[in-house]
């Protein structure tokens, strides 16, 4: 296989700082098409996402996430949210959504786009300033922050892999690379 393919995944950074150019609703509904082919148990795609660009909403995130500084230069924010009555089983929304996050982060990654995944799940202290905030129903929960616009940094690509973290046909046998 041509791991130059995989390029846009191990050359995709969390960006924190962005230019002043904003982002179009066209590519926003293109990354969001992405985050929503992302597989689900059972297919059942519990996923919502609140697109936010309003500054002064953005202003009161920041001030309720100690994470979510990059919002400062960022075009735009997505809050993706998972529901829990269109979930498979009880707690399968949490990796769906995982899931929908990852494959909106790759789609800007591809789209020459910066993006930064700020946590909300699982803690409770910021799901409920987050679900106040944007007025959610008590059954969708928010999940993740991400965090768009156009790159004002670039950063190298690190060394990851670690072969020593992968096992061979049960525990006690490690992977060794031929």
């Known amino acids: 296989m041509n791991m130059e393919k995989l390029d846009f995944i191990l050359d995709r950074r969390s960006i924190r700082r962005f230019t002043d150019q904003k982002i179009d609703s066209k590519q926003i509904l293109t990354m969001l098409t992405a985050a929503m082919y992302a597989p689900s148990a059972v297919n059942m795609q519990p996923w919502h996402f609140v697109i936010i660009d309003d500054p002064s909403l953005m202003e009161t995130i920041m001030e309720i996430h100690p994470y979510a500084r990059m919002l400062q230069t960022a075009s735009h924010a ?45 803690r409770e202290e910021r799901k ?18 991400v965090a768009l616009g156009y790159p004002e940094e670039q950063k190298p690509r690190p060394d990851r892999f670690h072969g020593e973290k992968i096992r061979y046909n049960g525990w006690d046998l490690p992977y060794i690379q031929e």
């Open 78 to 122: 997505v809050v993706v949210c998972g529901d829990e009555q269109l979930q498979h089983d009880d707690g399968y929304w949490v990796v769906d959504c995982g899931a929908a996050t990852q494959n909106l982060l790759l789609a800007a990654q591809t789209m020459g786009l910066g993006a930064c995944w700020v946590g909300l799940h699982p």
């Open 128 to 145: 409920t300033a987050f679900s106040r905030l944007l007025h959610l129903p008590s059954h969708v929960k928010p999940f993740a922050l």
